[in-house]
């Protein structure tokens, strides 16, 4: 394993982030205050609880991991992206860097920012909802697992993409839907039946529920069950980016 070489593509990444940080740190917290102003004026009077939870309660862990979501795939899929348009992408491809140690690197940055972001976006969220925190462990398994899951997705977005248009196509009409529509804002048990059996076969559902089951306690899937879907998807979807970086799929032609 070259892991200077692995250290120093991620270091790049990090850095890359966090120069421009009012637009990859700031702007994603004020985003999900935002959400939050608006959700929790407009319907915490009608809505009440979720369960037994108030419904601010409930809404605040969604929001953060909805953040998470969408930064983590826009941390690798614009690194991709930039570099191919710009034709640097060669800096990456020359080096004596192994397919899975360019993928360590490029997931972990897109963690890196993930976490960064969750961990800020939680912060802010503390002073304005008394979150419980009810397990730690649960909290950080999901926040990663997912945070992986959307930085794999990034590079498959990254490296399939041709231009910034087909970027812009797979952000509005794929990730942003999947997040919307995964129980951010409400529970799935409150849809009808069909829309329920249908809700379990977005895998971004059970990283925003495992995720909020860790704050409140429970979640309208089984923990283990979530915690194997997320794996499970991790694991697809390391396969397939490993094997485009490997054959050179859109990289090396």
């Known amino acids: ?7 120093t593509l991620y270091h790049r990444e990090v850095k890359r982030f966090l120069k421009v940080f009012t637009q990859t740190i700031a702007a994603p917290i004020v985003t999900t205050i935002l959400f939050y102003t608006i959700f929790s004026v407009a319907l915490e009077n009608r809505v009440g609880t979720v369960g037994t939870v108030p419904f601010v309660v ?20 614009s690194s991709i992206m930039v570099s191919k348009v710009q034709g640097n992408i060669v800096d990456v491809l020359m080096p004596p860097i192994s397919s899975l140690e360019m993928m360590s690197a490029y997931v972990a940055g897109g963690v890196t920012r993930g976490m960064i972001v969750a961990v800020a976006a939680t912060t802010a969220m503390t002073f304005l ?23 794999l997705l990034g590079m498959i977005g990254g490296i399939w993409a041709d231009k910034f248009d087909h970027m812009a196509a797979i952000t509005n009409f794929v990730i942003v839907p999947l997040s919307f529509l995964s129980g951010t804002f409400y529970s799935i048990e409150r849809l009808p039946d069909t829309w329920q059996y249908v809700a379990q076969f977005n895998p971004f559902f059970y ?19 979530g915690a194997l879907v997320m794996i499970g998807v991790d694991l697809v979807l390391f396969i397939i980016v490993h094997r485009m970086l490997a054959t050179g799929y859109k990289l090396k032609s």
């Open 207 to 225: 990283a925003i529920d495992g995720f909020r089951c860790g704050f409140i306690g429970h979640g309208d899937s089984g923990f283990w069950f």
């Open 58 to 77: 409930f809404l605040a862990p969604g929001l953060v991991m909805m953040t998470i979501l969408q930064n983590s795939f826009a941390n690798t899929s």
């Open 1 to 7: 394993m070259n892991w200077r070489g692995v250290w």
């Open 129 to 151: 909802v008394e979150l419980p925190f009810t397990n730690l462990a649960v909290i950080l398994f999901f926040a990663i697992s997912a945070s992986v899951m959307l930085a």
